[in-house]
Nanobody, 127 residues
Framework: QVQLVESGGGLVQAGGSLRLSCTTS????????MAWFRRAPGKEREFVAT????????YYADSAKDRFTISRDNAKNTVDLQMNSLKPEDTAVYYC????????????????????WGQGTQVTVSS
């Protein structure tokens, strides 16, 4: 069983930055596609960013492009999300997700495509 634990959330003013981190258990982290999703109050969980197993393919939601950067360290079993120029509409619970079997040349953006999820970390952006 794979466990994912997010950290790094908090309260930040609009225009500020936060870096989220997700640490995973399991010996095969290097083969997983990883992603970040978020759920804003009263809304469905939505895709934010994904990175393939080797880290050379990244894909972002339009809302995250040019502001967020996803990265991974396969030696440390971690995936990070650097969030800059934060806006109040970025306020949400952010979730880390892992997909066990994947094509490294594809980007996966749907909730149902992921096998494991973390508990989430709250990000609040004040105006």
């Amino acid at each position: 069983q794979v466990q994912l634990v997010e950290s790094g959330g908090g309260l930040v003013q609009a225009g500020g930055s936060l870096r989220l981190s997700c640490t995973t258990s399991g010996r095969t982290f290097g083969s997983y596609t990883m992603a970040w999703f978020r759920r804003a109050p009263g809304k469905e969980r939505e895709f934010v960013a994904t990175i393939n197993s080797s880290g050379d393919r990244k894909y972002y939601a339009d809302s995250a492009k040019d502001r967020f950067t996803i990265s991974r360290d396969n030696a440390k079993n971690t995936v990070d999300l650097q969030m800059n120029s934060l806006k109040p509409e970025d306020t949400a619970v952010y979730y880390c997700a892992a997909k066990q079997i994947s094509n490294r040349y594809r980007s996966y953006t749907n909730n149902y495509e992921y096998d494991y999820w973390g508990q989430g970390t709250q990000v609040t952006v004040s105006s």
